[in-house]
């Protein structure tokens, strides 16, 4: 029986799911990573710990399925998206792999958005403007680092690199070119503007290809390697985030999906973009005739973590940990005794878009216990994502169903507070990577092996919750509060900056 991989290459780690065309996981691996030691607000991680990662991860479950007889029919992938790696003539890296949650071009970001160009350029390309996006790291690199950007041959993501490396040609998917901020997501070319501002020229960057454009011709150093034929078909595939709702089943009009990992988002499909006029969603492609709509918060998991080692000096690394941290917060009551956090540790994104944006712990008492604070954390967390959906609400459309992903669904607990926190029913629906799940589908249907109405064999119904209505009551009346926080505290932030900018 023919299988396909589902590749998922994150910031932390990468992981490989072999599906049967039925939707049965026969065979997995994950790779684990961590990022570069670097000063704050850089994030960056080795590109060759990187690649070596994906090439475990194929190989290992590549070997599981032949020693199931399986026969691998095609690889797909799913990436992280706003990555950025400068490379020479030879392809080699002259930079790490500049990730998403790097603010170093927040002074850059900032200029731009508050400039026409920078509504022109959202607009049309898609991508708020915010240090995540490659733009605003360009324009960083340009200015700061002049040598490397005046050597570099093309400016590339963590796909593209793999691609290079794997068959000698660079080529970025539409998904994940449109989540760079330099690509017009309705004509699918690079938009002119958007490179004027960056300094560059469409020959620093990939040719663009549909998210099921096929590559074969695999080098045979790495087909030996991976134990797989030179011929074999890899589909190019999308970015993580438009996989997720593919792989979540939250591909209809009013289906929500929320993912919460390291950190978080909420989005919706649609046949054509959503403009915002305040500029709070992104839309990015998954594939040519459809776009998704949401928003992405930089502090998810991540938070939970932070607070785990420098409080409770406990480690943090597993879904047993969340366990523990969750069970420990539910100690303290709904609502926290009135205790509310804006997550805002690292910055945040969606919906304001302000790399310094800080965290905030807002009506600490006497009364609070840790309890208190670890429970705060969690419904920060899920109030930012409700803040976030109520944004995707108003530019697409009302939300009926919700499909919930990511590591969080590891802990019902969690599961049911946000249910709560919104109102409405939410279903998980496979336990498995969402992104790996929905690069499978794509693959598979790329290459043939299923069609749309065969692949819902992918998704079972795994835990459903219903909302308690008197703790939504509740929720909405600290969430009223939560929302106003971050519009009475934006400048404060702004002054801090400076002030940490002065030392």
């Known amino acids: 029986m023919s299988i396909i991989i589902g590749i998922d290459i994150g910031t932390s780690g990468t992981k490989a799911i072999a599906f049967t065309s039925e939707g049965a996981v026969i065979a997995n691996t994950y790779v684990s990573y961590n990022p570069v030691n670097n000063p704050p607000g850089y994030h960056e991680l080795d590109p060759e710990v990187l690649f070596n990662a994906v090439i475990t991860t194929i ?31 030879s392809g080699r890296p002259l930079t790490h792999v500049i990730t998403w949650a790097d603010a170093r071009s927040a002074a850059y970001a900032d200029a731009l958005k508050q400039s026409p160009v920078g509504s022109d350029i959202y607009r049309h390309t898609g991508t708020p403007v915010h240090p995540m996006s490659p733009l605003c790291k360009l324009m960083w690199l340009r200015d700061q680092q002049p040598e490397i950007f005046a050597a570099a041959h093309k400016f590339i993501s963590i796909k593209e690199f793999i691609f290079y490396r794997f068959f000698n040609q660079y080529l970025v998917d539409h998904s994940i070119a449109s989540a760079t901020g330099l690509f017009d997501i309705d004509k699918k070319t690079w938009y002119a503007p958007a490179l004027a501002a960056a300094g560059i020229t469409s020959d620093h960057l990939s040719q663009p290809v549909p998210a099921t454009h096929v590559v ?115 100690q303290a009551p709904a609502g926290a005794d009135g205790l509310l956090f804006l997550p805002y540790l690292l910055g945040e994104r969606a919906p304001v878009w302000d790399a310094a944006a800080k965290g905030v712990f807002f009506g600490v008492h006497a009364g609070h216990t840790q309890a208190h604070f670890m429970r705060a954390i969690i419904e920060g967390i899920n109030y930012a ?119």
């Open 216 to 330: 074969t011709g695999l080098n045979t150093t790495y087909a030996k390697l991976l134990g797989i034929t030179g011929d074999m078909p890899f589909v190019i595939g999308a970015s993580d985030g438009c996989l997720a709702n593919l792989g979540s089943n939250a591909t209809q009009p009013g289906d929500l999906s929320v993912t919460i990992g390291t950190s978080g988002a909420v989005r919706m499909i649609a046949t054509r973009p959503a403009y915002d006029l305040q500029e709070r969603i992104f839309n990015y492609i998954l594939t040519d005739e459809l776009y998704v709509s949401g928003g992405a918060i930089n502090n998810g998991v991540v938070l939970l973590k932070w607070y785990a080692e420098h409080f409770l000096q406990k480690p943090f690394t597993s879904a047993g940990d969340l366990t523990w941290f969750v069970e420990q917060a539910a």
């Open 385 to 503: 994502l409700y803040q976030v959906a109520a944004s995707v609400q108003e530019a697409v459309g009302q939300w009926q169903h919700i499909y919930a992903s990511g590591g969080f669904i590891n802990s019902p607990l969690w599961l049911q507070w946000l249910t709560d926190v919104f109102g409405k029913e939410i279903k998980v629906i496979n336990s498995e990577d969402a992104s790996a799940v929905g690069a499978a589908l794509l693959g598979g249907q790329a290459l043939g092996l299923f069609t749309d109405h065969k692949s819902t064999d992918f998704f079972h119904i795994q835990q459903q919750y219903t909302p308690d209505a008197a703790l939504h009551t509740l929720y909405q009346r600290y969430y009223n509060i939560y929302a106003g926080l971050y519009s009475k505290l934006k400048d404060d932030f702004q002054t801090l900056r400076r002030l940490s900018a002065e030392r």
């Open 59 to 89: 190989e290992r479950t590549a070997q599981q399925a032949t020693r199931l007889a399986r026969t691998i029919t095609g690889i797909s992938f799913s990436t992280a998206m706003h990555s950025l790696i400068a490379v020479d003539k």
